[in-house]
């Protein structure tokens, strides 16, 4: 866990975050902590993780009237952060550390729930045990899988959490001799799908129909996540904060005193030290969805670990997606989903849904990379 302090005025001078070219944040403007922030915080000393991380926060404060707080947490594999805002000029930063440690207590729990890398986990009860019978499971386990088949449907197929087979045989979990046939893509496409997720709302169960079924939330878990972290912020009265998981879902909740939103700059995804341009957020989530860092290999082919459900075939065309809406679980869903769906089914869908936005990188052709900005009310060039 890492703890230390920002200023606002920087922040608005330099803006807050980037989006890399999978949707990966890289702090611009993390101010060095006040020296006071080092006693007895539950986590050691804060010099200590950024020396172990390399990390290097140089840029000093113009103005030191309002401290943010930021703490980051280990979790799902990655790392997940909060930078709030004091409840008002008279609190303490500091003040705020147990109510962030609770909404760091918020994600465990759903990785707790919805991690198939623990064998105690529900989703992991759920996977051994569906196919042979309807598996019981609570309230909230049954809610998120019910929203995750409705969106399934929405997006005609292209988000689907049943995808791990595919994902196995082009080598996502380790790397495969051959790239796999047209044959044996046919036949797992076949046997997977939400359509074979049978859920029964009044008994509260779900079940498989197919034995080669099994539900993997890797695509959501952070951006549930988030909204989970953010609704016990919300709880505590915490307006102003920012909160992201694994540098690609993050949850804007209000802005930064003086600002009327937090910045995000997304990068270039062939030039990491070029900027295409900035997002602005306030009370909105952004999901960030990439096809060509985190690459699984096949034979010698190296392809994205991003693979369409209905057809079995890796994405190609599609650099990134980054998608602002309404909450963290949403946009997760629809980045994965548009990376599949590509640029004309993406304005489509946004059409119908004015509440959502999409920022869509397209292979080109030929010439420069140029996003196009979906559903945003002013025209970016």
């Not at 009237?65 to 004091?86: G, V």
């Not at 590509?342 to 936005?357: D, F």
Request: hydrophobic letters at 40%; one cysteine or more.
């Amino acid at each position: 866990m890492k703890i230390f302090t920002a200023f606002p005025s920087v922040l608005k001078n330099v803006g807050a975050l980037t989006i890399g070219t999978v949707g990966v944040l890289a702090l611009l403007c993390v101010l060095p902590h006040a020296e006071a922030e080092n006693a007895n915080t539950p986590y050691g000393d804060p010099d200590e993780w950024l020396r172990d991380e390399g990390e290097m926060y140089d840029i000093v404060p113009e103005d030191e009237e309002r401290e943010s707080i930021r703490l980051a947490h280990r979790a799902m594999a990655t790392e997940f952060e909060i930078i709030a805002y004091p409840r008002s000029a008279e609190e303490s930063p500091r003040s705020l550390i147990p109510i962030l440690e609770q909404a760091f207590l918020a994600i465990d729990r759903v990785e707790e729930l919805f991690s198939t890398w623990r064998t105690q986990s529900q989703a992991s009860y759920v996977n051994n045990n569906a196919a042979e019978r309807p598996v019981p499971v609570t309230p909230e386990f049954f809610d998120l899988v019910a929203k995750v088949k409705d969106y399934w449907e929405r997006t005609d197929g292209a988000f689907d959490i049943t995808v791990g087979p595919l994902m196995e045989v082009w080598g996502r979990y380790e790397d495969q001799e051959a790239v796999p046939s047209s044959g044996e893509l046919e036949r797992i496409v076949n046997a997977i799908g939400m359509d074979k997720v049978i859920l029964d709302e009044e008994e509260r169960t779900i079940a498989f129909t197919s034995a080669d079924v099994r539900l993997d939330f890797g695509g959501i878990g952070k951006g549930y996540a988030v909204d989970k972290a953010g609704e016990v912020l919300e709880e505590y009265g915490v307006d102003a904060a920012l909160i992201h998981g694994g540098t690609s879902s993050f949850l804007a909740m209000g802005a930064p005193p003086g600002r009327d939103a937090w910045r995000v700059s997304i990068r270039h995804p062939y030039s990491p030290d070029d900027t295409i341009d900035v997002v602005e957020l306030r009370d909105e989530s952004l999901g960030a969805s990439g096809s060509f860092l985190n690459l699984m290999r096949a034979g010698e082919e190296e392809v994205s670990d991003i693979v369409d459900p209905r057809t079995g075939q890796p994405v190609r065309e599609m650099l990134t997606v980054s998608v602002v809406g309404s909450n963290g679980t949403q946009t997760d869903i629809l980045a994965t989903a548009f990376m599949v769906m590509g640029p004309e089914a993406i304005r489509a869908y946004c059409e119908a849904n004015p509440g959502v936005r999409a920022i869509v990188l397209a292979k080109p052709e030929k010439g420069a990379v140029s996003p196009e900005w979906v559903n945003f009310s002013e025209k970016k060039d």
